[in-house]
Antibody, heavy 119, light 107 residues
Framework: QIQLVQSGPELKKPGETVRISCKASGYTFTTAGMQWVQKMPGKGLKWIGWINTHSGVPKYAEDFKGRFAFSLETSASTAYLQISNLKNEDTATYFC????????????WGQGTSVTVSS | DIQMTQSPASLSASVGETVTITCRASENIYSYLAWYQQKQGKSPQLLVYNAKTLAEGVPSRFSGSGSGTQFSLKINSLQPEDFGSYYCQHHYGTPFTFGSGTKLEIK
């Protein structure tokens, strides 16, 4: 069965960098893109962007350009989200989700990774 | 970017009732609209894609409708497990914007 398993919770200080992993199983990794979503406490879902797992080309929403970066380790069927120069307002749960067979709708989701930024 | 306006922000309903959540796109997105359910502390779950197609395993009491700029998610005969938050999201060209969400409380 298809699964996306994310790395564990992170506690970071402002200015630090965090990297979240998302390991896929149950399908061929390079046949479906990976999307990333932010859920801040008490707020709604926000689309960060997606990465084409075949070409490695990323696409970011405007609000997430600059400090947010996607990468891949195709041999390990793993996608990464790196956030650099962390700010308090980056405190959120981050989800990876498969760019499924339905034209962009996210059919499988990781369990989420909590990132807390505090001095 | 396409903006998604979702309403209501919250609603409370009893088991057995029918509820409808609406979503409006700022421009024509044809039928590229998905609905998700998220329960507290859990990952979102895909309910509907392409405006009206139920995702695998989703109960038939859920239904999606609409096209162009106006969409709705209807839940017939509410069950206790239907509480949670619901989000629409367009999937017609990036960025794939979400609506602001609807929190459904079961009375």
């Amino acid at each position: 069965q298809i699964q996306l398993v994310q790395s564990g919770p992170e506690l970071k200080k402002p200015g630090e960098t965090v990297r979240i992993s998302c390991k896929a199983s149950g399908y061929t990794f390079t046949t479906a893109g990976m999307q990333w979503v932010q859920k801040m406490p008490g707020k709604g879902l926000k689309w960060i962007g997606w990465i084409n797992t075949h070409s490695g080309v990323p696409k970011y929403a405007e609000d997430f350009k600059g400090r947010f970066a996607f990468s891949l380790e195709t041999s390990a069927s793993t996608a990464y989200l790196q956030i650099s120069n962390l700010k308090n307002e980056d405190t959120a749960t981050y989800f990876c989700a498969r760019y499924g067979d339905y034209g962009g709708a996210m059919d499988y989701w990781g369990q989420g990774t909590s990132v807390t930024v505090s001095s | 970017d396409i903006q998604m306006t979702q309403s209501p922000a919250s609603l409370s309903a009893s088991v057995g009732e029918t509820v409808t959540i609406t979503c409006r796109a700022s421009e024509n997105i044809y039928s590229y609209l998905a609905w998700y359910q998220q329960k507290q502390g859990k990952s979102p779950q895909l309910l509907v894609y392409n405006a009206k197609t139920l995702a695998e395993g989703v109960p038939s009491r859920f239904s999606g409708s609409g096209s162009g700029t106006q969409f709705s998610l209807k839940i017939n005969s509410l069950q206790p497990e239907d509480f949670g938050s619901y989000y629409c999201q367009h999937h017609y060209g990036t960025p794939f914007t979400f609506g602001s969400g609807t929190k459904l409380e079961i009375k």
